[in-house]
């Protein structure tokens, strides 16, 4: 079990940036894939973008395709995920997730962290 905490949300304006980081402790997050969902108000839980125990292979939901960008940094057990253009849909909280299987839906995921919120304002 490894426990994950995300930091870095906020409001932003729309065109803006933000960059998420979540951290991992009680375990080596190398064993893990990694991904980042998000629930907007009244929404489901959506994916968002996953990246492999290496970070060789990353995937994400069309609507964030060349504007964010998920990396991992496994000697310090963080993964982050760098946000760019972003518009009001991207109004959401952000959860970080592990697991061994990984995948655009929650079943390939172990661990959550408690979320942050993001707010784009237009």
């Known amino acids: 079990q490894v426990q994950l905490v995300e930091s870095g949300g906020g409001l932003v304006q729309a065109g803006g940036s933000l960059r998420l980081s979540c951290a991992a402790s009680?375990?080596?997050?190398?064993?893990?894939?990694m991904g980042w969902f998000r629930r907007a108000p009244g929404k489901e839980r959506e994916f968002v973008a996953t990246i492999s125990r290496s970070g060789s292979y990353t995937y994400y939901r069309d609507s964030v395709k060349g504007r964010f960008t998920i990396s991992r940094d496994n000697a310090k057990n963080t993964v982050d995920l760098q946000m760019n253009s972003l518009n009001p849909e991207d109004t959401a909280v952000y959860y970080c997730a592990a697991g061994p299987g990984g995948g655009t839906t929650a079943m390939g995921y172990t661990d959550w962290g408690q979320g942050t919120q993001v707010t784009v304002s237009s």
């Open positions: 009680g375990s080596t997050l190398s064993t893990y894939v």
